[in-house]
């Protein structure tokens, strides 16, 4: 599974769109990119995930540039319920059973 | 519907006791999977299991031994407890072809 990239920390206004990014330059063809979140001292809970168009759910959106080698996922009203870490997670979808989660980006909603 | 269930929930070993984590998930799912929290740390796998009867080594292997008993359970065995292995144990599921990955609600285990 491709590596992938996150910052560390961000910080976001009440409200406001939450932009997290994601880098995975080696990411090959039949990889998606997927997203968790894991609120404090509970397990991960799954986002979105994509191939190479973007994607859109009730949660988030996911925005994949066009040579995939990036992402980025919008929370586009965030609350305070959204602090969180955020994981980004590449892989195919099928055959590569071992799932790797990298340090996240630690995600702080502030009021 | 329970999901991933993970026993015990809290857990207090001293150093060279043994223990067994166990996790079982009613989805009917084929992969399972451990993974270790540390605090203020991300997730590092320990072992995983793509079906009955099979198991791999993950990131994080060393102290650890697994039990793929039956489709629905994926035990995680300490056979002799060390400091370092204190953390919050997580156990997941996945079907062949899903998009999804349950985690069940984590097991804090201390070692003293």
């Known amino acids: 599974d491709a590596k992938t990239t996150q910052p560390p920390s961000m910080d976001c206004a009440e409200g406001r769109a939450a932009n997290l990014p994601c880098n995975h330059s080696?990411?090959?063809?039949?990889?998606?990119v997927y997203w968790y979140r894991q609120i404090h001292s509970q397990g991960p809970q799954y986002i979105i995930h994509?191939?190479?168009n973007n994607e859109t759910n009730e949660m988030a959106s996911l925005i994949i540039t066009e040579d995939r080698k990036s992402s980025t996922l919008i929370l586009p009203h965030a609350t305070l319920r959204d602090t969180a870490v955020y994981y980004c997670?590449?892989?195919?979808?099928?055959?590569?059973?071992?799932?790797?989660f990298g340090q996240g980006t630690r995600l702080t909603i502030n009021p | 519907n329970a999901g991933v269930t993970q026993t015990p929930k809290f857990q207090v070993l001293k150093t060279g006791q043994s223990m067994t984590l166990q996790c079982a998930q009613d989805?009917?799912?084929?992969?399972m999977y451990w993974y270790r929290q540390d605090p203020g740390m991300g997730l590092r796998l320990i072992y995983y299991?793509?079906?009955?009867?099979?198991?791999d080594k993950g990131e994080v292997p060393n102290g650890y031994n697994v039990s793929r008993l039956n489709k629905r359970e994926f035990s995680l065995r300490l056979e002799s407890a060390a400091p370092s292995q204190t953390s919050v144990y997580f156990c997941?599921?996945?079907?062949?072809?899903?998009?999804?990955?349950?985690f069940g609600e984590g097991s804090w285990l201390t070692v003293v």
């Open positions: 997941a599921s996945r079907d062949r072809y899903g998009n999804t990955i349950y």
């Open positions: 080696t990411i090959s063809g039949n990889e998606y």
């Open positions: 994509g191939l190479k």
């Open positions: 997670i590449v892989r195919g979808i099928q055959g590569a059973q071992k799932l790797v």
């Open positions: 989805m009917n799912h084929n992969s």
């Open positions: 299991s793509a079906s009955e009867g099979t198991t």
